[in-house]
């Protein structure tokens, strides 16, 4: 395939691919199919391999990453983490304090979900533990063989949740990781359990900043970090946006809302809606990328585990002398406590009925933490698009619904690119079907094409 076919201009035809979603389970199998539709639309671009996520329309998840609106204290996840009668334990990267919507921040909560239960029960009890992401799996590990009766249910047909890597040599040389797979330093947690496993890992930076009439000064971090600064010397809270137009910035300065995008990207929300207080982190110049199975992680933390998948948990029923969990399926199974992992998205949607309701603390968390929405987009091509050393592609002005792109070639010599969008925009991503998402791709990544020869 030469550079010229990867982009197909009007008239020719949409590539057929069979993609990798989210929803509905089972798992993704994305599969090349290299014949062109008869249905010609618009601009879009024909890759090898194609995968895609859609977690904000996902049940078991209704969104990607939780964050910290403006005028809300970080302390309301403490409020959600509080065990409630001694009966049921909460985890889940919502309720972390320090590291929210993260992966060590779910991988940390189990641990201390289960610490807080080993204080309360007693040998030999039944424990439930309803999720088996990262949280649910590290609450399984830790109460793993200390004279539990231990079982774990999860929704979907896998474990992992909101991490996801397609393993699939075929289309995939590296996994694409359709949820959570890039590390900061304060990733340690996350790190020991890849060395553990012998999980690849690589490091992702130099970033590229271009708008269609060509490079684009890049702009700094410390627009940000300034603008929270003075935020956060105020007497009350304020949104980001707000935060940055009262330090003289402009939001919508093009350069500064494809920073303000990546940011996104990697949080979940929206700078008209993010705290400064409690701001999001700004991702690293350098990020490690996870390269190999992150799925292999949750499965090894729950070997030896009683897992009960495809068992959604529709009630929950405490008292004194136990909690009672409701299955979909129409089961009601009884046990002495219970950890629940699940999202924040699935606890604001009454996915799950508790009986009695939570306390007001709780419920008040949940309703004031927000959860937020990333979604994206993987794609292999036979070719690079463009030769560069760059790992981190901005896209700057224009429309375009996806403006943070990873490129993996420099780290892996595979021309996979990986766009993420984050907020609103990755809300009504989830929404586009497939072609829509390939025409996105190809009119985000314009300006990194290649003129043809
Ligand atoms: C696209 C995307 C990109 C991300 N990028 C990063 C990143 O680069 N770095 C990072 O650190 N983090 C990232 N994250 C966030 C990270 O993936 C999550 O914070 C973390 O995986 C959450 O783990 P958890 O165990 O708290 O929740 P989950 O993984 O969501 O686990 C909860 C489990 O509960 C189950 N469940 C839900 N409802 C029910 C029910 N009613 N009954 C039974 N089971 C139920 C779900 O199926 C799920 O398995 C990203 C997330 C997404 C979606």
Known sequence: MTRRTLLIGAGAGVLGVLLASCTPEPAPSPTP???PSPRPTGSTIAPLAFARSRWASDPFALGSASFTPAGVQASARDALAAPVDGRLFFAGEA??????????????????????????AEYGERIAIVGAGLAGAAAAARLSGTGFELTVFDARDRVGGRVQSVVDEESWPVPAQLGGWLLGAQDADVSEQLNALDIRTGS?????????????EPVADQVLTDAIASAQALPADIPLAQALTDAGADPAEPGLAALLASLSASSGSDADQASSWFPPVIPPAERTAVLGDLGAVAAHLLDDVKTSLSSPVSRVAYDDAGVSLGIATGE???FDRVVITVPLGVLQSDGIEFSPKLPFAQRGAIADLSMGFIETVWLRFEEPLLVTDAAIWHVVGGDATIRTWFNLAPLTGENILVGLVGGADAADFADLDDDAVLAAAAASLAPFLAPAS
């Open 33 to 35: 199919d290299r014949s």
């Open 95 to 120: 309720t972390d304090a320090d590291a929210p919507g993260t992966m060590s921040g779910a991988l940390r909560s189990g641990t201390r979900a289960a610490e807080e239960l080993l204080a309360a």
């Open 204 to 216: 992702l930076s130099a970033s590229l900043w271009k708008s269609t009439k060509g490079d684009v």
């Open 332 to 334: 009601s199974l009884s």
